[in-house]
Structures are given as structure tokens and as C-alpha cells.
């Protein structure tokens, strides 16, 4: 007779890490749902984490790593030994050609395993390697760089729940549960919020989920964020709608701004940008005459041209409306799993954002303020001579479906002389590995809701709005027969093999309000630390202490009202809203670039309810009612231009490559673009395939906008981030054939 029982757990789906109710059946999970006694997120769950079952007890999870045999095979290997042969073979290749020769890569799923991404980057660095890589640098770089231009308000940012204005640029959080605003039930938030009068502007071609609500949507041609954000400044500053007591007291370079956007009225954006004048005046006039919110940038905005530029313009509004945090006003989160904040209403001088570590080779790169350059490691990996990468570890991520230019990522992968994958499955990145280490997930560990609250170091209201924590329990066994590891335990089993020490290290936000510093630890590397023990590590200085968290099992709010301190007599750090690189880069820009006829549509970026970046789309309870394969929206007008139906096969072409793809109709569409999911497609269709087989493969797989993209051509000179969106393309039908195996839902 089975038993069912349900036990509170965090969904680590995606960064949002809800509370859920995990239905357990004989030791197993069958359902999840949100976990309404929980608060903050008020029992909200998205349709990836009600899918997580699906996730981890899905037929294609790997539950032995796997090694690859001298004939191309892969066959089982005992984790122990698989640590044993990777020790080797990395501390041979270390010696023989340098530190330098290691490099690590983060992918998204790191985050919601914190400990993975700690012991890894420590290990790596313990070896004297450098080469330390994240998705963020191929996502959102322009954050880290603008903000480090800028400074840092030690005080952070105006916070949602009490704004009566709010902008977002390039993004859909209710599709993607993170960033823009609270990703604590989203859709409920910014409900809430607009029928209590709040205003929101959203600035996006596509007519999106958040945009639909939007009072004020303005829909620029892709590529034009710059021209619309330098017109708003430039209304705000010639009609002086600015914060003048606060640009006074806490900023410097209003001149070189004011004279830098002179160019950029609105006429001109309104002309490059397609949309009109009086929009740009009323969006700029309602933002600033507001008293309380914040305009924030999402990843279309950084992947459309001018990364860092874009987000600094961003600042610039907040900074020259003053959109920070008062003397005597609270922080939204005092901490709870984050020490203890201690803001202060000053400023604290602009950081170093380029040149700040190790140089690249290619391509004048080096470390930035947002990390090493993720689009230029294909090329550390294939350029020869001293220096060359030739080992990478892969946590939690897929370059191949990942990185831009595909073709060059597939070919660096290839040429490692050794490349390690932690994965949950046979990913495309997976596939060219020498080593997949499969991974205890989700219920199998016990986690906390730092990951989520930690989010705050990334940008405006990317953690907990609210002083919530939790911890959760592991809630099962890992399945009969495997042999799994959690991330951080292969780590620490490799650095002990190679008799190194692992260290945890303390990070300061340089958005968010300033905290207490965490200590510095250093791992005992003889005594192996519990999973808890990681989690305490982790959390050490923390204003909640674990134990305390762990008496909640639903998780709970941990109010305090810490407000900002005065600014001290003896500050004289300043807000720059004239960096000299970014006045330079816009000058610049006035000038609009001409179109290449060759190219007559524009592809723009969009996340998926059914996918999480490359993961999640082959699970059945997010397909069932979503295309699985990567659709290429269109205008209703534009399939009927180029005689294409809904379902038809077409050539996307860029000036660096060509994929096909499925042509779907979107009426939310601005004419003359083409919207697709970035990352989302395993590879190029199959040689020895047929057309049919091919186009089979394309419906179950989709289509990888990545091999359009050139990372030698139109990049950011700080982060090295490509022009992965607003990317001209040309398309013509390929071999119209209505979808195979099944119709496209309606």
C-alpha cells in the first residue's frame, strides 16, 4: 500500500526559488505546487517548477557519470575513480603548460546551488588559474560595468513596494520570473502595485506579457535603446525635471551628460527609433515628475548593441531623479541569510571596469568589473601558444547552445585536451565531453534561500524584496543503483586529490545596500563538511543565524527596520554620470549606422515559459502546451509579405551564418521583426540526415540562434558581449513543409 505525505521544500527551477509543497508517494516526488502558507510569495509557483518532477525523475537523467572511450563511446565510471583520472589529468596539464592552461565556466544553474559555484571558483583560483567564466558576461554584463562607472549608493535603490513609477527596458518578467521586478510572484506585484496607481513604462518592440500592462509602451526598432534613453535625458535635463538638490550634493559630471545628449531630442530618437516624439516626452516627464521608482534594464537590452552604455543611461535616470535610498528611510531587506545591512546615504566612488585582472589574447579583452569575457574563451580555447586553454570544467551549464558563434563554440570544445561537464543530462555540450559527472538535484540536497537573497549583487530588485528565509531539508534518497555527487562534494574530491586548499570568500554589492562583511573561511580539507555544514559556511555572518531559519519550515519573514545613516561629514565620493568612455561611445552613436538592405528583418531575443534558457524543453508537462521546438515569430503581415503559413520552413540568414526555423505567426510583433529564444536548440541539423529526418530533428530540438552571431564583430570592448539581438537577417522560405509528427498548438 503506497504512502503520501507533503513536505515544504524551495524549487530550484530557476533563480526565483519558491516555496513549494512537494507531494511525496512512496519516497518519490508526483506533484509540486506553491506553498500558499509561505510568505512573500503568497503560494505563487511558475509552470517550471510545478514541472520539477518531471525534471528529476525524467528517463534521460544520467545517474552514473560517464567517460569517454578512445572509440567516441561513453561508458559508465564510479564517481571515486572519475575524480581519481580528472586529478591526473588536470594537475598534468597544469604542470605542463600552466595555470592559465584551466578554465571554469558557470552556467545558470549554478545559482540555485551556491555551494557548486564557491568551491569551484575557489579551486580553480587555488591552482593559480585565472580563467574563471560565467553566463552573466553573455546575459547582462552592462550591469556590473555600468554600475562599477557610476559608484555605489550605499544606501541602494528605491524600493517596488513603495514606487509610484516604474521603467523597464528589454525584458518580461512574467515570463521569466527574474529581474525587472520582484521575481516573489511577479504577476501578483506589479498587479497590485498598478491599481495602486503606480505607472509603469515598458520600452520593447514585442507587445509582451509585462508590456500588455504597461500605461506607456514604447516600441522602438531593436537596436535603438540608446537614442530612446538619451531623448528622455535630455527632456529631463532641458526642461529641468532632475533632483537638483540631490545632483548637487552627490554627483559629478551633469555638464558632460548634458552636453552629450544635447543631440538626442526626441525628434531625432523618434525618427532612428520609429516611435513617436510625444511618447519619448511623456515617458520622460511621467518618470521623473513621479516621487518614488526606478528605471531597470533586462537582457534584451544588453544584448542589443551598446551593453554597457544602455544600462549606464539607465543609472543616469535613476541617478538624476535621485532614486536611491534617504537618511532615515528603510531598507527593504535588512538580511536575513545576507549579513547585516548598514546603509549609509552617500556615495562611494566609481570602481575600476576594465584592465581590472587577467588580459585576454584576443580582441583587446581582459577581466572586467562583470568578470572574464565568456564570448572570447572559444578563442582562448583554439588561438595556439603559450597561454592556450586546455582544460575546461562546464558546472551546471551548455556552451554549445550557450555562447555565441556555435560554429567556433563546437570547434573549441572539440579541441580541449580534456573538458568535464557536471550535467543532468547528455546535453549537445555534453556530448563532446571527455567526463560527465552526474549531479544529485532539486529534493535529493538540502538547500536554503540564499541563492535568491544573494541576487541583489547582480542589479536593482534581483533579490528578496522582503527579509524572508528558509531552509529545506532533503526530502529523498537518490535512485536505487546510482552513483551521484553533489557539485561542491566533486569539487572538494578533486582539490584533495590534488592536496589543494578551498576557500569561501566574501562579496560586497555594489547595487544594493552595504552589508557586514562575511569572513573568509578556509575549508578543512582533511575532516569532508557535511551538506549543512556547506550551507552554515556559507551563511557565516549571516543577520539570521541558520539554526534560527531552520525552526521555520514553511520559511518566514525576519523583520527589522534598519534605516540609512546620515552621510558622514568627511565623504566626498560622488555619483559619475560622465564617464568619459560612455560620453565618448554615445557621441558616437548620434550618427545612426546604415541598414544593409541584404538584411531587411531584425531578430530580437525572448525567453520561453517552456524553457529555461537551453533545459527544461523536453519536459512533457511544459511542451503539452507549448511549441517544442524554438518558433520564429513573425508578424502576421510579414509571413503573408514573404507567402509563408504558419508551421512553414524558413533560411534565417545573418552575415555570419544561416539556421532554419519554424515560421509562427505573433501579431504582438513590431513589422520587420523576427523574435526567437537565444540558447534554446542542441546544434546544426544533422549531414547524414535526410530532409525529412532533418526537419524531424529541427521540431524536436529547434533552432540555435547562436550560429548567426559573430563574436569578432560588434562587441562591447568591456565585457566582449556580441550584438546577440537586434541582429539584421535576411529569410526566405526553406523547402516550405508544414510542421512534422504533430500541428503546432493553437
Same mark, same amino acid.
Not at 527609433?273 to 533586462?298: C, H, M, N, S, W
Not at 519550515?553 to 559619475?576: H, M, Q, S, Y
Given at each position: 500500500m503506497?504512502?503520501r ?6 524549487? *530550484?527551477?530557476c533563480h526565483?526559488?519558491?516555496?513549494v509543497i512537494?507531494?511525496?508517494?512512496d ?6 505546487t506553491?506553498?500558499?502558507?509561505s510568505p ?8 517550471r517548477?510545478?514541472a520539477s518532477?518531471?525534471?528529476i525523475?525524467?528517463?534521460d537523467?544520467?545517474l ?9 563511446r ?15 589529468k588536470?594537475?598534468?596539464?597544469v604542470?605542463?603548460?600552466g595555470?592559465r592552461?584551466?578554465?571554469a565556466?558557470?552556467g545558470?544553474y549554478?545559482?540555485p546551488?551556491?555551494?557548486?559555484g ?5 579551486l ?7 580563467m ?7 546575459d547582462?554584463p552592462g550591469?556590473?560595468i555600468?554600475?562599477a562607472?557610476l559608484?555605489? /549608493?550605499k544606501?541602494?535603490p528605491?524600493?517596488?513596494a513603495?514606487?509610484d513609477v /516604474?521603467?523597464?527596458l ?14 516573489q510572484n511577479?504577476? *501578483?506585484?506589479?498587479t497590485?502595485k ?6 509603469l513604462?515598458?520600452i ?13 509602451h514604447?516600441?522602438?526598432?531593436p537596436? &535603438? ?14 526642461e529641468?525635471?532632475y533632483d537638483?538638490?540631490f ?10 551628460l ?5 543631440p ?7 525618427a532612428?527609433a520609429?516611435?513617436?516624439a510625444?511618447?519619448i ?5 511621467v ?10 534594464g533586462?537582457?534584451g ?10 544600462e549606464?543611461l539607465?543609472?543616469?535616470?535613476n541617478?538624476?531623479?535621485g532614486?536611491? !535610498?534617504r537618511e532615515g528611510?528603510?531598507?527593504a ?6 549579513p547585516?545591512a548598514?546603509?549609509?546615504? &552617500?556615495?562611494?566612488?566609481p570602481?575600476?571596469?576594465h584592465? !581590472? ?7 583587446g ?13 572559444a578563442?582562448?580555447?583554439l588561438?595556439e601558444?603559450?597561454?592556450q586553454?586546455?582544460?575546461?570544467i562546464?558546472n551546471s ?5 550557450a /555562447? ?8 573549441a570544445m %572539440?579541441?580541449?585536451?580534456?573538458l ?11 556530448k563532446?565531453a571527455?567526463y560527465i559527472i ?6 535529493e540536497v538540502p538547500t536554503i534561500?540564499?541563492?535568491?537573497e544573494?541576487l541583489e549583487?547582480?542589479s536593482y530588485? /534581483? ?7 528558509m531552509?529545506?531539508?532533503a526530502l ?5 543503483g546510482?552513483?551521484?555527487i553533489?557539485e561542491w562534494?566533486?569539487?572538494y574530491?578533486?582539490a ?9 570568500f566574501?562579496?560586497?554589492s555594489?547595487?544594493a ?10 575549508l ?7 551538506s ?6 556559507l551563511?557565516?555572518r549571516?543577520r ?9 519550515p ?10 540609512a545613516?546620515a552621510k ?14 560612455m560620453m565618448?561611445?554615445l557621441?558616437?552613436? !548620434?550618427?545612426?549606422k546604415?541598414r ?11 525567453r520561453m %515559459?517552456?524553457a529555461?534558457n537551453?533545459?527544461l ?9 507549448k511549441?517544442p521546438?524554438?518558433p520564429a515569430?513573425l508578424?502576421?503581415?510579414d509571413?503573408?509579405a514573404?507567402?509563408l503559413?504558419?508551421g ?12 532554419v526555423?519554424?515560421a509562427n505567426?505573433? %501579431?504582438?510583433?513590431k513589422?520587420g !521583426?523576427?523574435?526567437?529564444?537565444h540558447a ?7 549531414e547524414n ?6 526537419k524531424?530533428i529541427?521540431?524536436?530540438?529547434g533552432s540555435?540562434t ?16 556580441p ?7 535576411a529569410?526566405q522560405?526553406?523547402h516550405?513543409?508544414p ?8
Amino acid at each position: 500500500m503506497s504512502s503520501r505525505s507533503q513536505h515544504a521544500s524551495i524549487c *530550484r527551477m530557476c533563480h526565483a526559488a519558491c516555496p513549494v509543497i512537494v507531494e511525496m508517494e512512496d519516497g518519490l516526488p508526483v506533484k509540486v505546487t506553491g506553498n500558499k502558507t509561505s510568505p512573500t510569495y503568497h503560494g505563487f509557483c511558475c509552470s517550471r517548477g510545478q514541472a520539477s518532477v518531471e525534471h528529476i525523475r525524467h528517463p534521460d537523467r544520467l545517474l552514473h557519470s560517464l567517460k569517454r572511450m578512445p572509440d567516441g563511446r561513453f561508458e559508465p565510471i564510479a564517481i571515486e575513480q572519475a575524480m581519481d583520472e580528472i586529478a591526473e589529468k588536470l594537475r598534468a596539464i597544469v604542470d605542463q603548460h600552466g595555470p592559465r592552461a584551466l578554465a571554469a565556466y558557470f552556467g545558470t544553474y549554478s545559482g540555485p546551488y551556491p555551494a557548486a559555484g564557491t568551491l569551484l571558483g575557489s579551486l580553480v583560483a587555488s591552482l593559480g588559474s585565472p580563467m574563471i567564466f560565467a553566463s552573466a558576461t553573455i546575459d547582462q554584463p552592462g550591469k556590473d560595468i555600468a554600475n562599477a562607472m557610476l559608484g555605489h /549608493w550605499k544606501a541602494g535603490p528605491q524600493a517596488f513596494a513603495d514606487s509610484d513609477v /516604474w521603467l523597464m527596458l528589454g525584458g518580461n518578467p512574467m515570463v521569466t520570473i527574474a529581474g525587472g521586478v520582484p521575481s516573489q510572484n511577479p504577476a *501578483r506585484r506589479l498587479t497590485d502595485k498598478i491599481k495602486d496607481g503606480m505607472t509603469l513604462i515598458v520600452i520593447d518592440p514585442r507587445k509582451t506579457e509585462t508590456a500588455a500592462r504597461a500605461q506607456i509602451h514604447l516600441r522602438p526598432t531593436p537596436g &535603438e535603446d540608446v537614442a530612446v534613453l538619451a531623448a528622455m535625458l535630455h527632456v529631463i535635463i532641458k526642461e529641468q525635471l532632475y533632483d537638483d538638490s540631490f545632483v548637487t550634493e552627490n554627483v559629478k559630471g551633469f555638464t558632460e551628460l548634458k552636453n552629450a545628449v544635447a543631440p538626442y531630442t526626441p525628434e531625432h530618437a523618434a525618427a532612428r527609433a520609429d516611435v513617436p516624439a510625444e511618447q519619448i516626452f511623456e515617458a520622460a516627464r511621467v518618470f521623473a515628475k513621479a516621487r518614488r521608482g526606478v528605471a531597470t534594464g533586462l537582457t534584451g537590452a544588453n544584448m542589443s548593441g551598446h551593453s554597457s552604455l544602455t544600462e549606464y543611461l539607465l543609472l543616469c535616470l535613476n541617478t538624476l531623479c535621485g532614486r536611491f !535610498v534617504r537618511e532615515g528611510e528603510p531598507v527593504a531587506n535588512p538580511g536575513v541569510l545576507l549579513p547585516r545591512a548598514t546603509p549609509i546615504a &552617500e556615495a562611494a566612488d566609481p570602481a575600476p571596469y576594465h584592465n !581590472v585582472g587577467e588580459a585576454l589574447r584576443v580582441r583587446g579583452l581582459s577581466q572586467s568589473a562583470a568578470g572574464m569575457p565568456t564570448a572570447a574563451l572559444a578563442d582562448e580555447i583554439l588561438l595556439e601558444g603559450e597561454g592556450q586553454v586546455k582544460a575546461l570544467i562546464v558546472n551546471s551549464g551548455n556552451p554549445v547552445a550557450a /555562447w555565441p558563434d556555435q560554429q567556433k563554440t563546437v570547434a573549441a570544445m %572539440k579541441k580541449l585536451e580534456l573538458l568535464v561537464h557536471v550535467d543532468i543530462k547528455m546535453s549537445a555540450t555534453a556530448k563532446l565531453a571527455d567526463y560527465i559527472i552526474a549531479p544529485k538535484v532539486s529534493y535529493e540536497v538540502p538547500t536554503i534561500s540564499l541563492a535568491v537573497e544573494h541576487l541583489e549583487n547582480f542589479s536593482y530588485h /534581483w533579490g528578496l524584496c522582503e527579509p524572508f528565509g528558509m531552509y529545506a531539508p532533503a526530502l529523498m534518497d537518490t535512485p536505487e543503483g546510482s552513483d551521484l555527487i553533489e557539485e561542491w562534494e566533486f569539487y572538494y574530491g578533486l582539490a584533495q586529490r590534488l592536496g589543494i586548499g578551498l576557500f569561501s570568500f566574501p562579496m560586497q554589492s555594489r547595487t544594493a545596500t552595504v552589508r557586514e562583511e562575511r569572513d573568509f573561511v578556509m575549508l578543512d580539507m582533511d575532516n569532508k563538511p557535511t551538506s549543512d555544514d556547506m550551507l552554515e559556511l556559507l551563511c557565516n555572518r549571516s543577520r539570521i543565524p541558520l539554526d534560527e531559519v531552520k525552526k521555520h519550515p514553511n520559511g518566514a519573514l525576519f523583520p527589522e527596520k534598519i534605516v540609512a545613516a546620515a552621510k558622514r561629514p568627511d565623504c566626498t565620493a560622488r555619483l559619475d554620470i560622465g564617464n568619459p568612455d560612455m560620453m565618448a561611445e554615445l557621441d558616437a552613436a !548620434v550618427v545612426a549606422k546604415p541598414r544593409d538592405d541584404r538584411f531587411p528583418f531584425t531578430l530580437v531575443s525572448r525567453r520561453m %515559459k517552456n524553457a529555461y534558457n537551453s533545459s527544461l524543453r523536453d519536459l512533457p508537462r511544459l511542451v503539452k502546451t507549448k511549441r517544442p521546438y524554438n518558433p520564429a515569430y513573425l508578424h502576421p503581415d510579414d509571413l503573408a509579405a514573404l507567402g509563408l503559413d504558419d508551421g512553414d520552413y524558413i533560411e534565417i540568414r545573418s552575415a555570419h551564418g544561416a539556421i532554419v526555423g519554424i515560421a509562427n505567426a505573433d %501579431k504582438t510583433l513590431k513589422p520587420g !521583426v523576427l523574435s526567437m529564444a537565444h540558447a534554446y536548440g542542441d546544434g546544426a541539423l544533422s549531414e547524414n540526415a535526410n530532409a525529412t529526418d532533418q526537419k524531424d530533428i529541427l521540431f524536436r530540438e529547434g533552432s540555435n540562434t547562436s550560429a548567426l552571431i559573430s563574436t569578432d564583430d560588434d562587441y562591447d570592448p568591456f565585457s566582449g558581449i556580441p550584438r546577440m539581438s537586434a541582429l539584421p537577417v535576411a529569410i526566405q522560405p526553406y523547402h516550405s513543409h508544414p510542421v512534422p509528427s504533430q500541428p503546432a498548438p493553437q
